[in-house]
């Protein structure tokens, strides 16, 4: 299977490397993002582009891929929602219809969030902007689309969130977030579930399209 990441330095990003550079079932693995990943593995080649919203220096890369996993995601905070709308809904669709262009049977897997909104109607803000993201992707042409919506991640392996707030926010709660893992595991994934689960269900056999942290976690174990 080849896969194509997006926002590979992300915390979500750097699990799901992990997992694919790891499995025997992907063959090649095409990082796109504006800085290295720093994954320099034999089967992962990278693309690095300035600007995500025009990945024209890069069209020729853009094929053959069985699926998309799309990892890129902003904090909302000090965010109107304007800014946040280009930064999360008109990039990811914008990267999904310039993928589909040339891969008519691509599997698109979208990490938003647990409290995601799909009525886009709520009073969140990040959430009305991810639930009209989902409800977009949902209904493109994929072989299949799937929105993954962890809450709390446990993070493994050493493996920390690039954005600064959220980092802040790991460390703090971090013996919380071990807690809640303790009491009910269902409650927070770790980072090493997030990643399998995405890449079981990149075959776009899965049936159900929303996924929460117990979906998460049991794909994973299967």
């Given at each position: 299977?080849?896969?194509?990441?997006?926002?590979?330095?992300?915390?979500?990003?750097?699990?799901?490397?992990?997992?694919?550079?790891?499995?025997q079932e992907i063959s090649s693995i095409t990082v796109i993002g504006r800085?290295?990943?720093?994954?320099?593995?034999?089967?992962?080649?990278?693309?690095?582009?300035?600007?995500?919203?025009?990945?024209?220096?890069?069209?020729?890369?853009?094929?053959?891929?069985?699926?998309?996993?799309?990892?890129?995601?902003?904090?909302?905070?000090?965010?109107?929602?304007?800014?946040?709308?280009?930064?999360?809904?008109?990039?990811?669709?914008?990267?999904?219809?310039?993928?589909?262009?040339?891969?008519?049977?691509?599997?698109?897997?979208?990490?938003?969030?647990?409290?995601?909104?799909?009525?886009?109607?709520?009073?969140?803000?990040?959430?009305?902007?991810?639930?009209?993201?989902?409800?977009?992707?949902?209904?493109?042409?994929?072989?299949?689309?799937?929105?993954?919506?962890?809450?709390?991640?446990?993070?493994?392996?050493?493996?920390?969130?690039?954005?600064?707030?959220?980092?802040?926010?790991?460390?703090?709660?971090?013996?919380?977030?071990?807690?809640?893992?303790?009491?009910?595991?269902?409650?927070?994934?770790?980072?090493?579930?997030?990643?399998?689960?995405?890449?079981?269900?990149?075959?776009?056999?899965?049936?159900?399209?929303?996924?929460?942290?117990?979906?998460?976690?049991?794909?994973?174990?299967?």
């Amino acid at each position: 299977m080849k896969i194509v990441v997006f926002g590979a330095t992300g915390m979500i990003g750097q699990a799901v490397m992990k997992e694919a550079i790891r499995s025997q079932e992907i063959s090649s693995i095409t990082v796109i993002g504006r800085s290295p990943s720093m994954f320099l593995e034999q089967k992962v080649k990278e693309l690095i582009v300035p600007d995500l919203f025009d990945l024209s220096s890069i069209e020729s890369d853009l094929t053959p891929f069985d699926a998309c996993l799309f990892c890129v995601g902003v904090s909302a905070a000090f965010l109107d929602e304007e800014t946040y709308t280009h930064l999360t809904y008109d990039l990811t669709i914008k990267v999904a219809e310039t993928l589909l262009k040339s891969n008519p049977s691509l599997t698109f897997i979208y990490v938003t969030g647990q409290g995601t909104d799909s009525t886009e109607a709520g009073r969140t803000m990040w959430a009305r902007v991810k639930g009209k993201t989902e409800n977009k992707l949902l209904i493109m042409n994929f072989k299949a689309a799937y929105m993954f919506r962890p809450g709390a991640i446990l993070p493994l392996e050493g493996i920390r969130s690039k954005t600064k707030i959220y980092d802040l926010l790991y460390q703090i709660f971090g013996p919380f977030i071990h807690l809640l893992r303790w009491i009910n595991p269902a409650w927070c994934p770790t980072t090493k579930e997030v990643g399998r689960a995405m890449l079981a269900v990149a075959d776009g056999s899965f049936e159900r399209r929303i996924l929460n942290s117990t979906d998460i976690i049991e794909l994973a174990q299967r």
